[in-house]
């Protein structure tokens, strides 16, 4: 079942490109990946999915109706959530209390510290924290956990708006690579499980290539290459422009080789971020 179509997205800001006729779709279940260099386009894409961007020409068609333009509220209740990071004000309470404020906002209730931090919602707040490996640490204040596992409380919270469709910009960023692993490997397992589309970016590879199911390759606000990672893999663009690790310099020199200067568009595009 298709959840997500991201049709012919284009955004400037002055005379950057940031997003150049972007189009994609992510069905149930699906564990996308959106890789490129800094500046490619990968946040802004992300953006105009989750609203906070409203795309220049384009449409984003989500649960088959169109949400673009649609405030980033409104497209949160509809059912696209996407990871923050916890608010330095929430460090203090609890892991329990930080999902039971997440699943009291969703559900419209007013939050009241005093009278029933302990009890509201008890039940839907362990299954989440059970969900995320995090039952145990319920009781514990956030600020006592390890980094990872407080990316693992930042998951539950997003879960507790039950998206059908998550955004994770960065979700592994400055994690270890056990914990990296562990927290791929969690994500994966609940899209498989609940058949959330999941679309993150992440800058190290091996993470890309080992859990993705598709993989979008961004550059210059264009997708260059899509498909599984294998294709990807073997797309002799992407071997040239991005697992090389190349500079500027060769990104434009094969971007002209393969995709022809003018589809770049690199005229009008500034020097990047
Ligand atoms: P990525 O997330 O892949 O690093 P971004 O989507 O953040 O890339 O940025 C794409 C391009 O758009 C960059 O050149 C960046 O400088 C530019 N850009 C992004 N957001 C803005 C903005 N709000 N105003 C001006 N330029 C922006
Ligand atoms: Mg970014």
């Keep these: ?20 006729n972007v189009g994609f779709q992510v069905a149930a279940g699906e564990l996308i990946a959106i890789i490129g260099p800094n500046g490619a386009g990968k946040s802004t894409t992300f953006n105009m999915i989750g609203g906070q961007l ?12 169109v949400v673009t333009g649609l405030t980033p509220r409104a497209i949160w209740r509809r059912g696209i959530g996407r990871t923050f990071q916890v608010a330095q004000t929430f460090v203090s309470m609890t892991v329990a209390e930080n999902v039971q ?3 009291q906002s969703f559900n419209g209730e007013s939050w009241q510290l005093w ?6 919602r008890h039940g839907e707040t362990l299954a989440l924290l059970n969900a995320v490996g995090m039952g145990d640490a319920a009781g514990r204040p956030i600020s006592e956990l390890a980094y990872g596992d407080v990316k693992r409380v930042e998951l539950a919270i997003a879960l507790a708006s039950a998206p059908k469709l998550l955004l994770m910009d960065e979700p592994t960023a400055g994690m270890a690579p056990a914990e990296r692993d562990q927290m791929m490997r969690l994500v994966q397992r609940l899209a498989q499980e609940t058949q959330i589309g999941v679309l993150f970016t992440e800058h190290d590879m ?3 290539f080992a859990y993705a199911n598709r993989i979008l390759v961004l550059v210059r606000g264009e997708i260059v290459a899509q498909g599984t990672p294998e294709q990807v893999r073997s797309d002799p663009l992407v071997k040239r422009v991005y697992l090389g690790e190349l500079g500027t310099e060769a990104i434009d ?3 002209r080789d393969t995709v022809g200067r003018d589809r770049v568009g690199r005229d009008t595009v500034g020097g990047g971020s």
């Design 101 to 103: 404020m997440a699943l």
């Design 54 to 65: 409203v795309p220049d020409t384009g449409t984003v068609t989500f649960d088959g109706t």
């Design 115 to 120: 009278t029933t931090a302990h009890t509201l």
């Design 1 to 20: 079942m298709t959840l997500l179509v991201a049709d012919g997205l284009n955004k400037s800001f002055g005379g950057v490109i940031a997003a150049k």
């Design 253 to 255: 020199e094969a971007m």
């Design 206 to 208: 091996d993470a890309v």
